[in-house]
């Protein structure tokens, strides 16, 4: 308590908030790390200590992560820690169809067992133990962290008078076990349901999430519970017996309310801090999962250190921060939160029950007692049992949705006990209670006995008893917006009906939280957003992933079925571009991440998928308006827009498709199709547009490059309509045209070279733009000289230059790029004809890396540049000039 | 007080309400004395202003829809069995294997109905369709002012998207049934709260009164 209180943190904390938040961090951190290293006191487990004992145990989890990142069941990845890395091939197959009916931790402590013998068997001696300080200052925290976080709130308020019941009723049930003290002690620490093992279990059950919360959330409060307890008889043991008074028993009520109480304040201000940190955390989101973590572990410890309920406290701490950190920080700390706590959890949760595994093998320090062991299980399953059945026997008086038989035998069966009650129970002191060998012992076979045997059997009974899953549906727009219509309908008839129910509390504190919480703690560009927009937005977002997540199936789901879905019949092709979509969509990349970094075969579908989005998904009209949409007659352009957008796609598929079919050899394929995706990119955009077709030029390109940068709106699909062209582009078309007078082409008008101009799609150059396939972009830099010498073709009139060398020299990228050497080549006739010097200067633009770069999932796809689909005359003319081009080179 | 508002209200009355609505008699008194309290004219039927004078009602964005819930069609005053008949929409559903009257019609309380009642909320012209207008309106009451109309409007829309299956633009009632699979959230799962409090109010005021 001291170390934290004379700390610099409570005593910098006003000044360093008007500062920077991060030069507040710092004093956070120094006095974390401070307390945690300095203060042997509080905490028994100091560096040194720990450090050889904890490195061969991270050594080892490093490697299992590092496989199970490579994709590798589960199973296996706990299998290849070194001991048994050896053979992790022959087990791996093996797990395949024991690892559906085994659950994780019981495939850990099996683990955990053989490691142990091995050590034992080589050593004669018991290296590692799990520490109790080990566990509760570290392992614990994660795994109960984890779980705060990411609490359903809702879900958790509405169920919880479910559980502070089942908790403290079935906490006190197991004190009838034993007269003695020590016996009581023993059952006290013994009946609370360990978080980690439900945890490990249920979630792989996916049980429904009621039964989930109430059987969770109990054994989350059951740590107050237990450990008051286990004080207190502590301290009655110290005493003894005889000198026990009636005043003490109420003393212990006293601490237990004191405990449970000063634990979940220590959380909320916690909470509240740290929301109100992040609200100034714009500027330098790096620290922002930094602070989250802190802060949740400073709430934990801090709650430690006045030897409060440490596990409420964090749990409070993430409930109660969830909505607004959330709120503030950004995408991309929120996602880092996310995984590393989770990634946190399941190492801490591993660990622990490699532990328990281990620290069984050691038979020097447990005593088998027969009588004791069977006692006590059967004690342990007769009282959960009783205890759930009076308990929601009271329940059931209040809920509307009746626990019933099935949920309660769930519910005792769910009592997974596990390594709270061993780190309490190896913390007994050997000398106060003689007796602790004997505990320790039973405690083992208990907890294995209910990870391993109910853990194993849970699954066949859940399933026996045909318990409702947990349905993995996140809700519709529909879902949300009714929901929010409920409850303002229930209020409104508690009011009427003049109770002081559950929801006319409910809009009390909501109006609270939005009255004065929300200004605090909320930033104020977040403030100012509606809730339900967001959840539009996430709801828009979600759908964009399971887009990609399904590759074209979504053409037939119903999620995004749009109003002219209806009319889809009509397409002949439907079919065939599903189809399509179906075979492509198996090789889809679901990691965002990872298409954004490669540029190579994943970029055509990506584009695809980006063309896709952008074009169906629906658009916040915000954005939409730019492209002169006529506001009275939304539903009717919106389905016209759909359509087109089919019928253009169907296009660019059976083209590609095409192509596919005859360039199967080629080994640029991928980027061909990227480039003969382009010109329809957004037709629907385009029609609406006068056609302006500008030679393609990086200026522009770059004006088009940059993307509607929103903070912490999430992926936005925007449809922009073009900014006005430059105005020197479309002079130095002409200017290029007039140059231009080859005989054998002669186009007569620029306009007719206008529509000639390749990407405007069309089989017809693709040979062309094939040869031009490994040129490289022109850098920005140089735009303007390129530019220039584009402009300076007027004034050079050389003599045709020889035709072989061509191609050597355009594929090779400095020359194209550096203007000097490129212009006398465009300025020889042959090249200078308009066909050809467009292709010249747009085909390296459109077959570029830059193109194919993740620049392209910025709203560029939607460029109305990429123009309109090309007419028959414009297809004539076109193969008339690749056959042309073909044999000039 | 009890006693009085069951005074107040003839021993026949109760069964018929009893009957009807399947509040207990207990309920039905408490019901009674609130209704009474609420009646500011006295004349055995609420109005419009009777309802907007609770104070809570008048922040709650839904509470005029609510309001209109409990009116007839063409008329602004409501009997205590017309305002119990409305409140019957939120008693807890019923066991149907229980009371499995095929001659009796459909409970006020079953989940049809509830949900039928919740659309009504939003079907303000009473076509039996929730067009976008109707939708946009009361979007517009519970998210308040910090949303433009654009994004209000492609809410609506994606809305009537998703549930929309015969593509007129509107969700129909039986739409309204289908769409996300309403019985999987809590549709009225707070209403366990509701009858929480009218057991232990009328537990209490059982006690209070016998003790009396």
Known sequence: MSSLLSSPVLSSLPFSLLSSPLSFLAPVLSSLLSSLLSSPLSFPLSCPLLSPFLSPVLSSLLSSLLSSLLSLPLFSSHTSSPVLSSCPSSLFHFSQRFTTVVPESCMLILLGLVLGGIVLLTSKKQLYQLEPGLFFLFLLPTIVGDAGYFMPARLFFDNLGAILLSDVSLCSDQKVQAGLMEFLLFGALISAVDPVAVLAVFEEVHVNETLFIIVFGESLLNDAVTVVLYKVYMSFVEVGPENVQTADYFKGVASFLIVSIGGTMVGLIFAALLAFITRFTKKVRIIEPLLVFLMVYLAYLTAELFSLSAILSMTFCGIGCNKYVEANISQKSRTTVKYTMKTLASIAETIIFIFLGISAVDKSKWAWDTGLISCTLIFIFVFRALGVVMQTWVLNWFRLVPLDKIDQVVMSYGGLRGAVAFALVVLLDAERVPAKDYFVATTIIVVFFTVMFQGLTIKPLVNWLKVPRATNRKPTINEEIHERAFDHCLTAVEDIAGLNGYHHWRDKWEQFDKNYLSKLLLRKSVYRKSELWEVYQKINIRDAISVIDQGGNVLTSARLSLPSMASRASFPEVTNVTNYLRENGSGVCLDLQVIDNVPGAKVEEESETHHFLAGNLYKPRRRVRPCQHCHTDRQRQDREIFQRNMKSRMETFKTTRHKRHSHKKDRSDVKEQDLNDKPRRNVSWQDKDPVVVPVESEDEKGEHLEPEKEEDVGITFVARKVPDTPKERPKSVPAGLEVCQSPSVAPPSPTCSERNLPWKGGIGTLPVCVSMEATKIIPIDLQQAWNQSISSLESLASPPGPVEPLHPLLSSSPLLSSPLLSSPLLSSPLLSSPLLSSPLLSSPLLSSPLLSSPLLSSPLLSSPLLSSPPDPQEKRERKHLSCLTASLI | ?212
């Open chain 2, 1 to 212: 007080m009890g006693s009085r508002a069951s005074t107040l209200l003839r021993e026949e009355e109760i069964e018929e309400i009893k009957k009807e609505t399947g509040f207990s008699h207990s309920q039905i008194t408490r019901l009674y004395s609130r209704f009474t309290s609420l009646d500011k004219g006295e004349n055995g039927t609420l109005s419009r202003e009777d309802f907007q004078r609770i104070p809570e009602l008048a922040i709650n964005p839904l509470g005029d829809r609510i309001i209109n819930a409990f009116f007839p069609e063409g008329e602004d005053q409501v009997n205590f069995r017309g305002f119990m008949r409305t409140l019957a929409h939120f008693r807890p559903i019923e066991d149907n294997e229980k009371n499995k009257d095929p001659t009796a019609s459909e409970p006020l309380n079953s989940r049809t109905n509830k949900l039928l009642f919740a659309f009504q909320l939003y079907d303000l012209d009473r076509d039996d369709k929730i067009s976008r207008d109707e939708l946009l309106q009361v979007l517009r009451m519970m998210v308040g002012v910090n949303i433009s109309d654009e994004q209000l409007g492609s809410i609506a829309d994606r809305t009537i998207q998703e549930a929309d299956q015969n593509g007129d633009n509107s969700i129909s009632f039986n739409e309204f049934i289908k769409v996300g699979n309403l019985q999987h959230i809590y549709v009225w799962a707070g209403d366990h709260y509701l009858i929480l409090t009218y057991i232990l109010l009328s537990v209490l005021q059982d006690c209070l009164c016998s003790s009396v």
